[in-house]
């Protein structure tokens, strides 16, 4: 399964009508629906904001809807041609604005699951879907004295989200890849003596 890494859009016009097609970066069902309301209330203007997520490790997590479209007409074929990319943890909103000419059924099925593939399409022109990796949230506290070899060694691995807080010691947290966290603690335990102790959440 692949993610992807950051924000792209893809817009056309058919018959008048604007079709914005959105796919962001999304972790959870409960981050899908604050994107969904986000969307919403920004284009408040809009006539449909159609939406496709898919989330979990195994892709097992989904959810659509129509919007006011006709049933099955929009949410159904932008969720199908989501799952026909082997891709998690993504939402697709294609926001509708209404040009005056009706599109019938079947150019609705053909707008919204082109607005989908064609999104997906400038996501893997611009590489932007990566391999899923299981990662672990760590924490340390060090020493302003072993800072520097610390960051040093952070580049022998894969680190995600590092946040650093400079107080009487330095506090240390952010994520790791699943299968590197033992050589990881070893490292640190190493280069400090024994004396930094990561926590795993």
Known sequence: MNVLAEYVSFEENIKGSRFLSELFPCQSQ????????????????????????????????????????????????????????????????????????????????????????????????????????????????????LYKLIKINFSNFNLFNIKEDFQSQINISGQIQEDQKDSFIGKLSDISNGKIIIKLN
Not at 101 to 128: F, P, S
Request: charged letters at 20%; one cysteine or more.
């Open 30 to 145: 409960a981050e899908a629906r604050n994107l969904i309301k986000e969307q919403k209330a920004k284009y408040s203007d809009s006539t449909h904001v159609v939406h496709a997520f898919i989330t979990g490790p195994g892709g097992e997590v989904m959810g659509m809807s129509d919007d006011g479209e006709p049933s099955g007409t929009a949410g159904r074929p932008a969720l199908d041609v989501l799952k026909g990319h082997n891709c998690t943890n993504l939402l697709l909103t294609i926001t509708r604005w209404f040009g005056g000419t009706l599109l019938g059924t079947g150019g609705l099925v053909k707008a919204y699951g082109n607005g989908a593939k064609e999104v997906l399409k400038a996501a893997d022109e611009k590489n932007l879907f990566q391999p899923l990796v299981s990662k672990v949230d760590f924490s340390f506290t060090c020493d302003y004295s």
